[in-house]
């Protein structure tokens, strides 16, 4: 692992990228940066296409469902995005209340596009969940813009005092858009743990959740690929996440075993990297290098 400020060698990146056959990729800092696609990344995405190198983008992004992600990536990259190869903190949350409360009443607080997330399940307005004589099964919280109203959040936290699970997409206070800094659905996920005396399962990063739906979105498309042989299981260690945020990328990725490469294309610089005090199996300056280096590494085309 790294031990300063300074980006790993190219000896030390392909060293850091031996035995790697998969990747977990940040949207936010990785893909793209206030908007913008990240120089370099459009064409190092679809070089990993190329080799048959498999990978699912993660993000906290949670304000539409993955279809209408994918489009508008898509659009400003100028490369076809496959909604099924995104993972954001919305559908992670309703893949989470599919397994954990199936056939339950919902109280989903969310953009309405995202919502399509929970098509199949039992999902009610605030309105329809205050009128039951009983809890729903579970409350979600994610990024539902003026519809996280005083009502609204008064309606869940009822809900939620009465029994209800405690589900919310992501804990992020705030993150960066084109108009600067911005308050985001976490502020409000911290006031209900706050006043509830109780935290919600987080389904977005830094959780587990979102790795471990990662990992085995990853594995099932190789098992496809090569028939379910046991042969070559995919083992947590043989995926990288590559991030951008030192503790909500690279020190979760840690925890649950996968690889860390921090890239310094988003929101730390290699100074902050170093203050952060997470070490990374690798820093580089971006994805384009990452893959730069898989190019230069000896049996690497169609690894995966």
């Known amino acids: 692992m790294t031990t300063g400020p300074a980006t790993t060698s190219d000896a030390a990146l392909r060293t850091a990228l031996d035995g790697v056959r998969a990747f977990i990729l940040d949207a936010d800092g990785v893909l793209m940066y206030r908007g913008a696609p990240i120089d370099g990344s459009p064409a190092a995405v679809a070089e990993l296409r190329r080799r048959g190198i498999p990978y699912r983008v993660v993000t906290n992004f949670s304000s539409a469902h993955r279809s209408t992600l994918a489009a508008w990536v898509g659009k400003a990259t100028g490369m076809p995005v496959d909604a099924a190869e995104i993972i954001t903190a919305a559908s992670a949350a309703a893949a989470y209340t599919a397994a954990h409360h199936a056939g339950g009443p919902l109280l989903v607080l969310s953009a309405p596009d995202a919502r399509r997330e929970w098509?199949?399940?039992?999902?009610?307005?605030p309105d329809e969940a205050d009128a039951r004589t009983e809890?729903?099964?579970?409350?979600?919280?994610?990024?539902?813009?003026?519809?996280?109203?005083?009502?609204?959040?008064?309606?869940a936290f009822r809900q939620l005092k009465a029994?209800?699970?405690f589900v919310a997409m992501h804990r992020n206070p705030w993150w960066m858009t084109p108009k600067g800094f911005t308050l985001d659905a976490g502020a409000y996920v911290l006031g209900l743990e706050a006043a509830l005396g109780r935290r919600a399962v987080i389904c977005g990063k830094p959780s587990p959740v979102v790795f471990r739906?990662?990992?085995?979105?990853?594995?099932?498309?190789?098992?496809?690929?090569?028939g379910g042989s046991t042969e070559s299981r995919l083992r947590i260690g043989d995926i990288a996440m590559v991030g951008d945020d030192?503790?909500?990328?690279?020190?979760?990725?840690?925890?649950?075993g996968?690889?860390?490469?921090?890239?310094?294309?988003g929101k730390v610089d290699a100074a902050e990297a170093a203050r952060s005090r997470v070490r990374p199996d690798a820093i580089t300056d971006s994805l384009a290098s990452i893959v730069h280096a898989l190019?230069?590494?000896p049996g690497t085309s169609g690894r995966a």
């Open 213 to 226: 739906q990662a990992v085995a979105e990853l594995r099932a498309e190789l098992a496809g690929r090569d």
């Open 246 to 256: 030192p503790k909500a990328d690279i020190a979760a990725a840690l925890r649950v």
């Open 295 to 297: 190019e230069n590494m």
């Open 135 to 155: 809890p729903v099964a579970a409350v979600v919280i994610g990024d539902a813009g003026d519809d996280l109203s005083y009502r609204n959040l008064d309606i």
């Open 119 to 125: 098509a199949g399940q039992q999902v009610l307005s």
């Open 258 to 265: 996968l690889l860390g490469i921090l890239v310094l294309s």
């Open 163 to 165: 029994g209800a699970a």
